[in-house]
């Protein structure tokens, strides 16, 4: 019976360990790795409450309870089972950094050991010997209630920051929505300039509508060229999507615009990290490849803007940046 008690309290302990770190790492991934982490870690959270109930049963019939340490026990078990969920269940629908995730984070890590520790205490003599019943139920129950009550004392606020967020994508969401019904109300004559100012966020649906819409425009080759002439770097970010073809007119405002990109991100002294403009540099990275891979020699530019990027502190993004851009000039990557 020790063998067989020690085997599924070593298991139980295994789960606490693996349930802990799940719960610190539930917004660390895209929405699917955080889904499968979450999904994992609420199926060996039940699997863990039901390894400690069979714990706790196995040490109340090795060595019968007093009346109140079976309501203690009951007591022990429920609460802490019931405010370990609650506790996952909030951290799932928080998000990285809101108020009260370190602390859920505290009660699933720390709830369960006190439930081991009254296991232990009920099966091994040695154990119950060296320390009398009314202390061992307070070192139990006393942490237990306190850590399960977190929970459901932080669940009404915490569930307002999760509906304030909510609110606040849905009113996102909303204006999105209502920008691409304008975009989509405009003439058929409109220039391709107008439309570029919805462009500065590239995932979003208003970004979409704008470039299909531009796609569209009778004089869009002619635009594009006039504005890469221009220096309009807003144009030269979304050129690879616009379905226009490659000319020397083209070509050589893409240049210029590459180095008026270069000479706009040089950073002033000291120079931020690389992180900081790190989003934003990347929205050129498709464009500029587009103007290499349709016969436009624009290797000069890109090394100017490798050059600038070199002015940022040295870091793995900014290595990772300034490689694609050796790649793009047929230079090899460096070590």
């Known amino acids: 019976?020790?063998?067989?008690?020690?085997?599924?309290?070593?298991?139980?302990?295994l789960l606490i360990f693996a349930v802990?770190?799940?719960?610190?790492?539930?917004?660390?991934?895209?929405?699917?790795?955080?889904?499968?982490t979450q999904g994992f870690a609420f199926l060996l959270a039940i699997l863990l409450w039901i390894l400690l109930g069979v714990l706790?049963?196995?040490?109340?019939?090795?060595?019968?309870?007093?009346?109140?340490?079976?309501?203690?026990?009951?007591?022990?078990?429920?609460?802490?089972a019931a405010g370990y969920f609650v506790a996952l269940n909030i951290l799932k629908e928080l998000a990285s950094g809101d108020r009260f995730e370190f602390l859920l984070r505290i009660v699933v890590v720390a709830c369960p050991w006190a439930v081991v520790w009254y296991c232990l205490w009920n099966f091994f003599p040695g154990v119950r010997a060296v320390v009398p019943t009314?202390?061992?139920?307070?070192?139990?129950?006393?942490?237990?209630l306190l850590l399960a009550a977190v929970p459901w004392l932080?669940?009404?606020?915490?569930?307002?920051?999760?509906?304030?967020?909510?609110?606040a994508f849905q009113d996102a969401y909303d204006k999105q929505q209502k920008l691409v019904l304008e975009i989509n109300a405009l003439p058929a004559d409109t220039p391709l300039i107008a439309f570029l100012g919805h462009t500065d966020s590239p995932s979003s649906d208003a970004s979409g509508a704008a470039i299909s819409r531009m796609r569209t425009l009778a004089r869009r080759q002619t635009e594009t060229e006039?504005?890469?002439?221009?220096?309009?770097?807003?144009?030269?970010?979304?050129?690879?999507?616009?379905?226009?073809v490659m000319t020397p007119a083209l070509c050589e405002g893409g240049r210029q615009s590459i180095r008026k990109l270069a000479e706009q991100f040089k950073p002033a002294a000291p120079a931020p990290p690389f992180a900081s403009v790190e989003d934003k540099l990347n929205t050129y990275t498709t464009s500029i490849r587009w103007l290499r891979d349709n016969g436009c020699d624009c290797k000069e530019e890109i090394g100017a803007f490798e050059r600038t990027v070199r002015l940022y502190p040295e870091s793995y993004p900014r290595k990772w940046f300034t490689d694609y851009l050796l790649e793009l000039q047929g230079k090899p990557r460096e070590p």
């Open 56 to 80: 706790l049963l196995i040490s109340g019939t090795r060595n019968k309870l007093p009346g109140v340490s079976v309501l203690i026990t009951l007591l022990l078990y429920a609460g802490g």
């Open 226 to 244: 006039e504005l890469l002439h221009k220096q309009d770097t807003r144009v030269l970010r979304v050129v690879s999507n616009l379905d226009v």
């Open 20 to 36: 802990g770190g799940m719960a610190f790492d539930f917004h660390k991934s895209d929405a699917a790795g955080n889904g499968m």
């Open 134 to 144: 009314m202390v061992a139920n307070c070192v139990a129950v006393v942490p237990v």
């Open 1 to 13: 019976m020790t063998i067989f008690f020690s085997i599924l309290l070593l298991l139980a302990s």
């Open 154 to 167: 932080v669940q009404g606020p915490a569930n307002a920051i999760m509906t304030a967020r909510r609110q």
